[in-house]
């Protein structure tokens, strides 16, 4: 079945620097959303992606979605304690059914 | 407020004990999706239902383990003789999908149901 594997599993920075993480599918995607989850929240949405190629900004947020439409990434920059949290990219695989990764943890050190 | 809400938030139960999660998913969403999740993991697909039918459910899960949504409203999440590999967070999330389309529109989650089987 669809497999959706993000990296790198954990990032430690301090505030004010740059973040990225990373997410492969194993088949092509149709679109592809992220998600942020706080300590102790839920997930929320952010964002989806449909086009090739496609690039969305969100303030300092920056999401990428890949030419082959198998990959996608996050990109934050100049972090702040309030960027912490696990960030989740999501993809559908057969109808209806969102498949998430596994997440990337992000600490931000003030 | 008219979220996503998830009853019980928090259930601890002896392994062996069946136990019964409810989800209320906003009121105008035709899809209602369950998902479980532990400590340091991604959500892990459970099953969906467009309005009352389910349509599909994951081959992880267990016979033990049954989701129903009667008329298309509240859903509900049963696990019989709960073991203690079934300790996790429940999560319920409904959207607005386009029927037979692979785009399942924008997941509204609950707080989720909180799992502790001892």
């Known amino acids: 079945g669809q497999q959706v594997m993000q990296i790198p599993q954990y990032q430690h920075v301090q505030e004010g620097e740059d973040f990225t993480t990373y997410c492969n599918s194993s088949t092509t995607l149709s679109n592809i959303q992220w998600y942020k989850q706080r300590p102790g929240g839920h997930p929320v949405f952010l964002i989806q992606l449909v086009k090739s190629g496609e690039v969305k900004k969100q303030k300092r947020l920056t999401f990428q979605f890949g030419e082959a439409k198998k990959n996608s990434s996050l990109h934050i920059t100049a972090t702040q304690t309030t960027d912490v949290g696990t960030y989740f990219c999501a993809g559908p695989s057969s109808y209806g059914k969102l498949t998430f990764g596994q997440g990337t943890i992000l600490t931000v050190h003030p | 407020d008219t979220g996503v809400s998830q009853d019980p938030r928090h259930k601890i139960t002896k392994r062996g004990q069946n136990v019964t999660f409810r989800c209320d998913p906003i009121?105008?969403?035709?899809?209602l999706y369950w998902y479980r999740q532990t400590l340091g993991q991604g959500p892990e697909f459970l099953t969906y239902f467009q309005n009352e039918a389910q349509l599909e459910k994951s081959r992880l899960l267990s016979d033990r383990f049954s989701a129903e949504r009667p008329k298309g409203s509240f859903s509900t999440l049963e696990i019989q003789r709960t073991e203690q590999g079934d300790s996790a967070m429940y999560l319920c999330?409904?959207?607005?999908?386009?029927?037979?389309?692979?785009?399942?529109?924008?997941?509204?989650f609950g707080e989720g149901s909180r799992l502790t089987v001892l």
């Open positions: 009121s105008e969403h035709n899809r």
């Open positions: 999330a409904s959207s607005l999908g386009n029927p037979g389309r692979l785009n399942t529109g924008e997941l509204f």
